[in-house]
Every structure is written in structure tokens, then in C-alpha cells.
């Protein structure tokens, strides 16, 4: 029972924005919008979250639509480094589950 | 961000012996700890919950007994899996947050892989 969903996967070529979209249509007031990234054989790792508005910090920037059934994770210059699997994950930090993900390719 | 360490980062073992994998958090103090497992190309499941002091939360399908967690102190949480068999090898990942409200971040660690032959 996914709480969100993502494309399976998506390219980006180097140097240019990757915008990776989630579907969280059934999200709930208190409930807030987390991503993780995951790169092969690794542990996931923190990237940003949101509530309500949008959030920006030094590794990506969060917009959530304003009825938060939707939002956009941007890497603004995507680098080969930041191939992974991106995570959309929403809730209130109880009990954090994972979907299937996007797996994001940047090419050179 | 904060730091999440385990250990071992991966371990092979005979079957039916038993593996105990450490997860802490080194700088911060972690109310609550959770424990995944995830096989190859699938995404991470959540096995466990556990807070300081109390008895682990386990999700539907996992067994209390096979995988034993303890989590003694605000840094510190074990996952044993005991009487390992083959279906048991996996990348077993923990993360820990330090508060418990709404908005906390959960860390991650860099996980164990383990490998019951």
C-alpha cells in the first residue's frame, strides 16, 4: 500500500536540472514529504524534506504543490555522482517506508 | 548530517549460527532506531521498530524470535538474527532519528550485508 508514486526511472544529462516528480495524493495533514537517494550498495542518504512549503539546502531544492498531492525533487546541476535510486517517502517520521523509487541516470 | 555507523559492513556465516550487527548513532542521541532488510534489486522493507528502554515493534511477517533487537541505550541498537539460513542473507540496513516528533529526520547507516552460506 504505496503511500507515493514515482517513475520507475529517468536520464539527466550532466550539468543540466534532473527533476524527479512524486504522487503522494493521499497524504494527510500532518504528514511530511521526505526524500532519500540511495547509490548502489549504500545505506540511503538524507536529502530534504518539507510540510508545507518549499525547501531549498545545499543539495537539492523541494517544491510542493499547493495542495500537496504532488511535489518535485531538483538537482539543479546533476553531476555523474548523483546516479541513484530517489526516494519519495511520506509520513510523519513514525515509521518511515519505501517505495519502489526513481532510478535517476545522469549521463555525460 | 548526523552520523550512523554499523557494524560489521558485511559478514558471512554457516548456517545456523548467529550474526548480531551493531547500529550507532555517534552524534546524537537516538530515541528511536529502525531496522531494514533489503534483497537484491528490491527496495528497502522496514523490519523493526525500537525505542530506547522498551521492547522492539516488529512489522507483520517477521519473526520476534529469528530476529532479536535490542536497543540498551540512546546510541546503541543490535539486530541478531539467530539460527541463520540462506533466506536470511540480505543487506540489513538501520537508521536512527533523535526526536519524536513530526518533521524528525531519520540517518541512515551504511548497512551490512550478510551472507549465510
Known amino acids: 500500500d504505496a503511500k507515493t508514486t514515482q517513475p520507475t526511472s529517468m536520464d539527466c544529462a550532466e550539468g543540466r536540472a534532473a527533476n524527479l516528480p512524486c504522487n503522494h495524493s493521499?497524504?494527510?495533514?500532518?504528514?511530511?514529504v521526505y526524500w532519500y537517494r540511495q547509490i548502489h550498495s549504500q545505506g540511503p542518504q538524507y536529502i530534504i524534506h518539507g510540510l508545507k512549503n518549499n525547501e531549498t539546502n545545499e543539495m537539492a531544492s523541494l517544491i510542493i504543490t499547493e495542495d500537496r498531492k504532488s511535489s518535485t525533487l531538483i538537482l539543479p546541476h546533476a553531476t555523474l555522482r548523483d546516479t541513484a535510486v530517489y526516494y519519495c517517502i511520506v509520513g510523519n517520521n513514525n515509521d518511515m517506508r519505501f517505495g519502489a523509487g526513481t532510478r535517476l541516470t545522469v549521463k555525460p | 548530517g548526523a552520523v550512523v555507523s554499523q557494524h560489521p559492513s558485511r559478514v558471512i556465516c554457516k548456517s545456523g549460527t548467529s550474526v548480531k550487527i551493531e547500529c550507532r548513532s555517534l552524534d546524537f542521541q537516538a530515541t528511536t532506531m529502525f531496522w531494514y532488510r533489503q534483497f537484491p534489486k528490491q527496495s528497502l522493507m522496514l523490519m523493526a521498530t525500537?525505542?530506547?528502554?522498551?521492547?522492539?515493534?516488529?512489522e507483520q511477517g517477521v519473526e520476534k524470535d529469528k530476529f532479536l533487537i535490542n536497543h540498551a541505550s540512546l546510541t546503541l541498537s543490535t539486530l541478531t538474527v539467530t539460527s541463520a539460513h540462506p533466506e536470511d542473507s540480505s543487506f540489513y540496513i538501520c537508521?536512527?532519528?533523535?526526536?519524536?516528533?513530526?518533521?524528525?529526520?531519520?540517518?541512515f547507516g551504511p548497512g551490512t550485508r550478510l551472507l549465510v552460506l
Open positions: 493521499t497524504i494527510s495533514g500532518n504528514e511530511y
Open positions: 525500537s525505542n530506547e528502554g522498551s521492547k522492539a515493534t516488529y
Open positions: 537508521s536512527a532519528r533523535a526526536g519524536a516528533g513530526g518533521g524528525e529526520t531519520q540517518y
